[in-house]
């Protein structure tokens, strides 16, 4: 690492460098300080939040509000009494019309609701805004809105938040290191991701055809590997995204992986570590392997879909009446082995980082040490070696060879131990604590409590013969919410509460901080709890309307309760959107670097921390990270960047709320 | 559908299943029982643990948070004590598996009483049925879009069916991945180009129970010219489970488990039709 090897311990960093001034361009655009881009990642990120979560509201308003709505039975019954039958029955059923439009929007966007016997009469209605289809979403938009939710909020939101935003500001700090061991190319990821941005958002704009990619997440082919109305332009600009996307991860976990193992602060043995750094760690070795399988995977789609390779495209394929010329000799569930090889894997890549904030959460809020920190480690570790070793999971009815099925059933339910063992461990570390109810901590005991109910549930799917019956349902919608929104999300705002006053030397609001809390936890479950039940009732994941089906009927309530829930959910990040953005400027200023009076690192420099990291040399660790509340110590909380001090006079340092500065007085060791 | 469709929502829940018609479908939904309680019981443990240490140990200066640093013990009884279940439970479900989905285990059927080829498209099940010689491929097959009707050996005049009625389904599609799932039955099988699945089912139900909503005997036929069995309104729904396109969640089709009489006499009509069709042709 050049820019610290250079600097002599005790003159501070700048001097080392010996740079002039840098323009505003260079200091926070194309910024190579890993806080500066941590920072860019945590706006970009939640300005995508913002989007992805309208793409939801939009997935939520088709599935709840449907054309096509039938008479009940008790409305045929009716017209029975009435004398009617036959013909004339017939008719009044194929003339009923009662579909809802979505209140205002609905007509707003997509046309005058008429009823149908004006539109028999050859009336036509008042366009809306998005065109004119009676007030009711068009399946297009509603394919594209789930597709796209769930790309952006993946690869846009959860990966790039976890591993570029907290990954990029907290682990150098954690570690002393002065920065990256990699500044450009961590300039680079960010900027390779943006262009990731700005092709997937792209995608929307390009089709003249429809409006974006529409073949699911997943993407399966031959759906997304012909090009079709259902996969027009925007399917190849989606490729190409995600293809960016993962060239990013690979940089940023190249990243990680080196300032980890080389950049440590004196004394800073692994297992000294935050749990949040070993997250990392494990994290970004799952992307290092994951991940350039997902990108050959998507450059052999790109190639089915416009150079006639026929990677996954059987003999004697037929598109709408018409044989598809580049087919034959390829294999449809190829592409599934090889997207789920990395897609396993990244779902672990998006819950691992949110487990490593907890846990510092919960061990600073309850003034606890982590109950078991090495089994919280080798835990994470097992997760990460048994998520390569599951994909198959997600294939049980694919046609997969059952007795691979067997085996994949096996691993996956081993799988769900380490998590378990995670779970008990949390409970261990509230247990004898002193627990204050911050927002922090709020969210993250949100996120154990949620992520109970997301493992639990993964359990009835890693049973193949009862996936038999939820595979493609929404119990799979509920798992991966549970497992990802009430998981994954809650760890993230957990992470904010509790790093912002470090990132911006200012504290957010607690009490708006808390009524976020309590109104997201409430909505939460409001939207994602029912899908469990209806998922149970055999309702399909991915359904534009329920209304072809009878046995989905008595389901319209349930949807439409879910549907405010999920406008309810929205509305209540207004509150930390504003929290957010206007302590930036107003918010209260601390008082101490270690407002928390936490043990890691990262509060033993200045608040926000300098370029560079620490004025002067590093701290030097002399012991775990989690020392609150020890027998033996005179204070309440042992730092790392000192030596313990002992009731009995022993040990040494100064007090741990002395400035940072003076506990790196300790003889300084020349940094790597 | 009005029969079904009650039936689906009013008689024989199990903890929000639909009923089950299907002789697997027992030992899915039994499987699904034990995990439902398995999976019950530490949800409410361990939030009950989790709500009982935030009360107990809410911050109070006169205290001092107790340093525990881990357990050894501990860790070895919740890691080995959810070990042993969770094996159990998927020890206990391979069998199942097995004879669902494995033609080569032993306990997978060897007979089936009725075969038909299903090939999906976008966005329709194009059913062929091997007509009165119960071959494919020869003059008397058809092809019925959208409509699977099956025949059973009726055990009582409720429409209970007498045991071993295995109907074979040969799974391919034309275009996209489809998914072929009969809720009431626990089926579910992608459709794949390129390859083509085998799904099987044992329905223990017909989907009538005669033409005035009382009872049927299984020499009854009701029709000579198949008319009646296509009338009759009461049927499974099949949905697609696999997303294949603008029309995805329109891709239904109806399922009718019909006495064997009735049905043969079905067949014969559309056998001669589809011979004729082919002479004529
Ligand atoms: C506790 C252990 C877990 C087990 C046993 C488990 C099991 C499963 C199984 C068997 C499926 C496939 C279901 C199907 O399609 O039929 C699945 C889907 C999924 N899981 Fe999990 N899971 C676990 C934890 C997680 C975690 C921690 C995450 C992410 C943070 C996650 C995210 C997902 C996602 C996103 C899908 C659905 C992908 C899709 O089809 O779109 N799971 N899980
Ligand atoms: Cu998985
Ligand atoms: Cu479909």
């Not at chain 1, 509603?142 to 846009?156: D, E, K, P, R």
């Not at chain 1, 809390?517 to 409001?526: A, D, R």
Request: charged residues 15%; negative net charge; contains cysteine.
């Amino acid at each position: 690492m050049s820019t610290t090897a250079a600097a002599p311990a005790t003159a501070g960093h700048d001097a080392g460098h010996a740079h002039p001034e840098l323009s505003f361009l260079r200091k926070w655009v194309f910024s190579t300080d890993h806080k500066v881009i941590g920072i860019q990642y945590l706006f970009s990120c939640i300005a995508m939040f913002l989007v992805g979560g309208l793409l939801a509201l939009m997935v939520r308003w088709q599935v709840a509000y449907p054309a096509g709505a039938k008479p009940s039975e008790e409305k045929v019954q009716e017209w029975r009494d009435q004398g009617l039958s036959g013909a004339a029955l017939n008719q009044a059923i194929a003339e009923f019309d009662e579909d809802k439009p979505f209140p205002i929007l609905g007509e707003l966007l997509w046309g005058e609701k008429l009823s149908k016997a004006d539109i028999n009469a050859g009336e036509v209605g008042e366009a809306g805004l998005f065109g004119n289809s009676n007030g009711m979403m068009p399946n297009e938009w509603y394919n594209v809105a789930f597709t796209m939710h769930a790309s952006v909020m993946i690869f846009l939101v959860i990966i790039p938040i976890l591993t570029g935003a907290f990954g990029n500001y907290v682990i150098p700090l954690q570690l002393g290191a002065k920065d990256m061991a990699f500044p450009f190319l961590n300039g680079l990821s960010y900027w390779t991701w943006f262009s990731a941005l700005l092709v997937l958002v792209a995608s929307f704009f390009v089709d003249p055809a429809g409006i974006g990619a529409g073949a699911g997440w997943t993407s399966y082919p031959p759906l997304s590997g012909v090009v079709s109305p259902s996969a027009g332009a925007g399917q190849t600009l989606w490729c190409i995204g995600v293809i960016l996307g993962g060239t990013s991860s690979i940089m940023g976990s190249m990243n990680y992986i080196t300032t980890i193992v080389n950049l440590r602060a004196p004394g800073l043995t692994l297992f000294r570590m935050p749990l949040t750094t070993w997250a990392a760690f494990i994290t970004s070795i799952l992307q290092l392997f994951a991940t350039p399988v997902l990108s050959s995977a998507m450059a052999m789609l790109l190639f089915d879909r416009h150079m006639g390779t026929s990677f996954f495209l059987p003999e004697g394929l037929i598109f709408s009446e018409a044989p598809v010329p580049n087919a034959g000799g390829g294999q449809v569930i190829l592409w599934q082995h090889i997207f789920w090889f990395y897609s396993h894997p990244a779902v672990y890549i998006m819950i691992l980082p949110a487990m490593g904030i907890v846990s510092d959460v919960i061990a600073v809020w309850s003034r606890k040490p982590i109950f078991g920190y090495r089994p919280m480690v080798f835990s994470m570790s097992a997760i990460a070696g048994l998520g390569f070793v599951v994909w198959g999971h997600h294939m049980f009815q694919s046609g997969m060879n059952p007795v691979l099925g067997t085996t994949f059933m096996i691993s996956t339910i081993m799988i769900a131990l380490p998590s378990a063992v995670k779970v008990f461990n949390w409970l261990g570390t509230l247990w004898g604590g002193q627990i204050t109810f911050s927002p922090p901590l709020l969210f993250a005991l949100g996120f154990v409590s949620m992520f109970v109910i997301g493992g639990l549930s993964g359990i009835y799917m890693a049973n193949a013969p009862f996936d038999i019956f939820i595979h493609d349902t929404y119990f799979i919608v509920a798992h991966i919410h549970y497992v990802l929104f009430t998981g994954s999300v809650m760890g993230i705002f957990a992470g904010i509460y509790h790093w912002y006053p470090k990132m911006f030397g200012r504290h957010m609001s607690d009490g708006l901080g808390k009524i976020h809390f309590w109104l997201t936890f409430s909505f939460m479950n409001g939207v994602f709890f029912p899908m469990h039940i209806i998922g149970l009732g055999g309702y399909p994941r991915r359904y534009a309307s329920f209304r072809s089906y009878d046995f989905l009927q008595t389901y319209e309530g349930m949807n439409v309760f879910m549907t405010w829930c999920a406008i309810g959910l929205g509305l209540s990040q207004l509150f930390f959107l504003w929290n957010f953005l206007w302590s930036l400027v107003a918010g209260k200023k601390p008082t101490s670097d270690n407002p928390w009076h936490a043990c890691s690192l990262e509060w033993s420099t200045q608040t926000p921390p300098p370029h560079g990291n620490w004025i002067g040399a590093v701290p030097t660790a002399y012991h775990g990270p989690y020392e609150y509340s020890h027998p033996n110590c005179k204070d309440e909380f042992a730092p790392q960047w000192m030596p313990m001090q002992r009731n009995d006079g022993g040990g040494g340092g100064a007090s741990p709320t002395a400035p940072a500065v003076a506990a790196s007085s300790a003889p300084p060791t020349a940094p790597h | 559908m009005q029969q079904v469709r009650a039936e689906h929502f009013d008689a024989a829940w199990k903890w929000w299943l639909p009923p089950n018609h299907s002789s697997f479908g027992e030992e899915i939904d039994l499987m699904y029982i034990w995990i439902f309680w398995i999976t019950m019981v530490t949800f409410v443990v361990v939030e009950g643990v989790m709500v009982y240490f935030c009360f107990k140990y809410r911050r109070n200066p006169a205290r001092k948070a107790t340093y525990i640093a881990g357990s050894h013990k501990l860790e070895v009884a919740w890691t080995v004590i959810p070990a042993i279940i969770l094996v159990a439970l998927g020890v206990a479900s391979t069998n199942t598996w097995a004879k669902i989905k494995n033609s080569s285990d032993p306990s997978y059927p060897q007979e089936f009483q009725t075969e038909v080829k299903i090939a999906a498209q976008q966005f329709a099940w194009n059913v062929t049925y091997p007509g009165t010689d119960r071959k494919f491929d020869t003059a008397d097959d058809f092809m019925l879009p959208n409509i699977l009707n099956v025949p059973v050996e009726l055990k009582d005049g409720a429409g209970n069916v007498t045991s071993e009625e295995n109907v074979r389904i040969m799974l391919s599609s034309k275009d996209v991945i489809h998914s072929l799932f009969i809720p009431v039955l626990r089926v579910k099988q992608d459709a794949v180009p390129g390859y083509i699945g085998n799904v099987w089912f044992d329905c223990d139900r017909a989907t009538y129970a005669g033409p005035d909503g009382k009872h049927l005997t299984g020499d009854q036929t009701y029709s000579e010219d198949g008319k009646t069995l296509l009338d009759w309104e009461e049927a499974y729904e099949i949905a697609c489970a696999e997303l294949c396109g603008l029309g995805h969640s329109g891709m239904r089709m109806q399922l009718k488990v019909v006495p064997r009489a009735a049905w043969e006499a079905w067949v014969k009509v559309k056998s001669d039709e589809a011979k004729k069709r082919a002479e004529g042709g």
